[in-house]
């Protein structure tokens, strides 16, 4: 089974500031996908930034970039120049591709960290 | 594209009354979840379907709850009877299973049973 951790319940970053979030995952899978998700307080559960795991460069998305170890099995999401939208909380997700079985094509979730951006 | 839709966005029912929460996947996608958000327990899987076959439905919490896909476009969670431990908000999400089309949530709906 697969399993994702969030060591961070809460985070909290002035505006402007960079600040890194914390996830780390088991598996004895090699192929895989790595996901950060945000959920502002709308509810609305939006994709920020995907990895594969056979790429060995690290995903960005403007302001947003993750830090990808694959031996470590840790995938850290890097926020730059935070802005007071980023306030949400970020969620860590795992997920195998589709083969077959009833392990493929859901995503795990880790707990979650709370972002909070400060004016 | 309209996304997932769900519905209601909101439900209140009182303890002992049947919830049915409702899902449209997006057109396409041959993948749908249900998960359930609460503080305690945060996101949890609790079926999901492939070809409208269920593959998994392990953290289905117990059999008040069950789940159907009669056709691609469409899903219910029911809850029979309902007890205030299930309030929570409920995700339903649709994807291609392949990790390039990652899963697409819909707004969810939020359940209070008193």
């Known amino acids: 089974a697969q399993t994702v951790t969030q060591s961070q319940p809460e985070m909290s970053v002035q505006e402007a500031e960079t600040v890194t979030l914390s996830c780390t995952y088991d598996?004895?899978?090699?192929?895989?996908?790595l996901f950060w998700y945000k959920q502002p307080p709308s509810r609305q559960m939006i994709l920020v930034i995907r990895?594969?795991?056979?790429?060995?460069q690290n995903a960005t998305e403007n302001r947003f970039s993750v830090n990808f170890q694959k031996a470590a099995k840790s995938f850290s999401l890097k926020i730059s120049d935070s802005q007071l939208g980023d306030t949400a909380m970020y969620f860590c997700?795992?997920?195998?591709?589709?083969?077959?079985?009833?392990?493929?094509?859901?995503?795990?979730f880790g707990q979650g960290t709370i972002l909070t951006v400060h004016p | 594209d309209a996304g997932v839709i769900q519905s209601p966005r909101h439900e209140v029912t009182e303890m002992g009354q049947e919830v049915t929460l409702r899902c449209k996947p997006i057109s396409g996608h041959d993948y749908l979840f249900w998960y359930r958000q609460t503080m305690m327990r945060g996101l949890e899987l609790l079926i999901y379907f492939n070809n409208n076959v269920p593959i998994d439905d392990s953290g289905m919490p117990e059999d008040r709850f069950s789940a159907k896909m009669p056709n691609a476009s469409f899903s219910t969670l029911k809850i029979q009877p309902s007890e205030p431990r299930d309030s929570a908000v409920y995700f339903c999400?649709?994807?291609?299973?392949?990790?390039?089309?990652?899963?697409?949530f819909g707004n969810g709906t939020r359940l209070t049973v008193t």
């Open positions: 999400a649709s994807s291609t299973g392949t990790g390039r089309s990652p899963l697409h």
């Open positions: 990895q594969e795991a056979y790429k060995q």
């Open positions: 997700a795992f997920m195998i591709p589709r083969v077959g079985g009833t392990s493929y094509g859901k995503l795990t």
């Open positions: 598996t004895s899978e090699n192929n895989y996908y």
